[in-house]
């Protein structure tokens, strides 16, 4: 394919752009496709990204650029979540320097993702960012790096991490319809056009996968699940339907029968059962509870995979309960019988093992304990000490139902003295609704002469509650709830 010349685009003053007009298509440009462009991910194949419609090769600029560690997380993919995260570049100067760049467009075919092979469930879900990594791949399963998980207070839709148990469901908006019934209510059908005729409501809130952190439980001993780091929690804005104010309207109250609401998605298994769970009543009826049945995520419509075009928000509770792309709410008696209520998502004794677990003894997993984590610097990282002699840590702590954090302490000497960390982003909202992450920085003094140092951070939240030192007493056979102190070795470098 032809390749347009930096000087032609002087010729023609492409690159002279405007923020309205960067990255449009540019019909004399030859056109790529995103699996074309993910092969262009090393400075040895070239280093080339998307921006809009437009895909551009960097490869010359990386080394200039005083973020290339960050740029080269793009490479292959879109640049467009970092530039959410580094809003610096949301200039014309940028995007004037970018256009210089442009070798063609993005085929628009691709970025819908049509991909057909009727063999493959999986054939049809969506093309995913390269940052992304994953733990498994069918189905899709992924996190963003720990290191530019922290550098937002707001987790960008594209690198926020992807939970998924079965294919993403493609779902036709013209004909989608979300079913309610249930004890004490005649069924209703809402279309996303009756959803957003009602009352549009915001809340900011984390979502924490119940299995962040697994792959240090597995060091004590092994569990099933995937093998996740610390990066499986993400924090967005949601904009939706408030759940209680639906329920309301259909004569839902606390006195109603039903002491659960049951959400079923529209993903399923060759087998035909749909992904389900379930929630208290209680929570899903009170005002400060804040649930919210979601159809936008940080301005934006939900992506595929994060439950278009309509997904449940517990706040505060574990991810597994956030239903994606909901398809039913039923009133009930009873917990959802699906299997990832009744069977997975519950915690147990770690003498439990496989030949004596049961499952029925146990409650299902609702509210998450109060959890933080090192993201930068990252475990085995050579680090160089600033020039007061310090070490630069960052990370993030949330605790679910609501409670604040209220401290962070880091210590490098195995907690013989501690250091209180500074917030540098937590929101506004106090105890009880309070259902953001913080994020923390902390500069701390490492021991004399060492080579390397083990960092170690715990939480508080505004219940007082903190998390254990180590994982060995809270091991489980499934690998979640997994809040021990977080430990992050690095080597010490000393500047030349």
Not at 251 to 257: D, F, K, L, R, S
């Amino acid at each position: 394919m032809m390749i347009l010349k930096e000087e032609n685009y002087h010729k023609r003053n492409v690159y002279a752009v405007e923020l309205e007009t960067a990255g449009r298509a540019i019909p004399t440009l030859p056109t790529y496709s995103i699996s074309e462009v993910s092969k262009h991910s090393s400075k040895e194949a070239g280093i080339w990204v998307i921006y809009k419609d437009g895909v551009y090769d960097i490869s010359e600029f990386v080394d200039k650029h005083p973020g290339g560690d960050k740029i080269m997380m793009a490479a292959g993919g879109s640049v467009e979540p970092f530039w959410m995260i580094y809003g610096v570049h949301k200039n014309p100067d940028v995007f004037s320097m970018l256009e210089k760049y442009r070798i063609g467009n993005l085929d628009s075919m691709e970025v819908e993702g049509k991909v057909e092979n009727v063999l493959d469930p999986y054939s049809n879900d969506p093309i995913r960012h390269p940052a992304l990594r994953p733990c498994s791949s069918k189905p899709y399963n992924a996190e963003p790096p720990p290191d530019l998980l922290v550098d937002s207070f707001i987790t960008p839709q594209e690198i926020f991490y992807v939970r998924n148990h079965l294919p993403v469901p493609e779902v036709d908006l013209e004909s989608y319809e979300l079913e309610i019934s249930g004890v004490g209510i005649k069924d209703k059908t809402f279309s996303m056009e009756n959803l957003k005729n009602l009352p549009k409501h915001s809340i900011t809130a984390s979502i924490q996968c119940a299995g962040n952190r697994r792959s240090e439980m597995s060091k004590i001993k092994a569990v099933k699940g995937l093998e996740w780091g610390p990066a499986v929690i993400g924090n967005a804005v949601w904009s939706g339907v408030r759940l209680c104010d639906l329920l309301a309207a259909l004569g839902v109250t606390g006195n109603v029968e039903g002491k659960h609401v049951q959400f079923e998605g529209l993903d399923y298994d060759p087998s035909g059962s749909y992904y389900g769970s379930s929630i208290p009543l209680y929570k899903a009826l009170d005002k400060r509870g804040d649930v919210l049945l979601a159809y936008e995520m940080n301005g934006q419509p939900l992506s595929r995979d994060h439950g278009f075009p309509l997904r449940v928000v517990v706040p505060g509770v574990v991810g597994a309960r956030n239903v994606k792309w909901l398809s039913k709410i039923i009133i009930s008696e009873e917990e959802s019988t699906s299997h990832w209520q009744q069977n997975d998502y519950k915690g147990f004794c770690p003498s439990v093992d496989w030949d004596t677990v049961d499952f029925s003894k146990a409650p299902a997993i609702q509210e998450l304990p109060v959890i933080s984590a090192i993201c930068n610097p990252l475990p085995g990282q050579n680090v160089y000490l600033n020039d007061d002699g310090k070490l630069s840590v960052k990370g993030y702590a949330w605790s679910g139902g609501g409670r604040k954090v209220v401290r962070v302490d880091v210590t490098v000497d195995e907690g013989k003295t501690w250091t209180v960390a500074e917030f540098s982003d937590q929101g506004e909202a106090e105890h009880s609704r309070h259902w953001s992450w913080t994020l923390w920085q902390a500069e701390i003094s490492a021991p004399p002469g060492s080579d390397s140092v083990e960092i170690w951070a715990k939480a508080v939240d505004s219940s007082y509650n903190t998390q254990p030192e180590s994982f060995s007493n809270i091991w489980n056979l499934r690998g979640v709830l997994g809040n021990a102190y977080h430990r992050v070795k690095v080597n010490i470098k000393k500047r030349k």
